[in-house]
């Protein structure tokens, strides 16, 4: 499957993170949402929700992520798929309505860099990175701790961060789905929309 021209080429998915780990098995997700495999397509919408996205909170595999997902809305093959009884865009631009939730709309963007601003940690936020990526890290006391450390509030800020630069390329593949033939993709686009439209982005405070 071909990723989204973003300029950003296809990410080097074992120097990312989501909610249980390191994020290699995304890609293989991704790749499902379009496929032929219906049980393989529930699972990899289950694993944007459970992992690339957790109870709102975002990883760094989360903008990546969510910028192939953009990318799938004009995939002629997604307007033929369904997820149980729901259009499969319809439960795509679902989940990029809760990435723009979780990039904080709320938050000034000078707040958000700030927070981001890694200037004198270089070496703490860097050996906090490796522990967040061990192989073994996921059942260890090591990636426990590692959460009540200041240098993960800044890798956390600098998610929020990227994804912010994503939004400008999901809502532009979000509002394309306003002319979707399903009324039901049209209704999520519109209210993914709205809460995109709400993110401040470098040169924008929102809406």
Known sequence: MSRPGNGLGE?????LFH????????????????GDDERARVKAVDHLWAAVIHQGTPWS?????ALVVAGLLSDPRTARRRVASAPLRAVLLDFLGEVGEAAQPEVPQEEIRAAADPRGREAEIAATLETLLSEDSEDSEESEDVWDEEAIEVIMAQVVLDLRAAVPYLTEAVAACLADEEPAVRDAASKALAVLRRVPTDGSSGT
């Open 61 to 65: 595999a989360t903008p990546p992520a």
């Open 19 to 34: 909610a249980y780990g390191v994020a290699v098995d995304v890609p293989a997700h991704l790749d499902a949402l379009a």
């Open 11 to 15: 990410p080097d998915w074992s120097r």
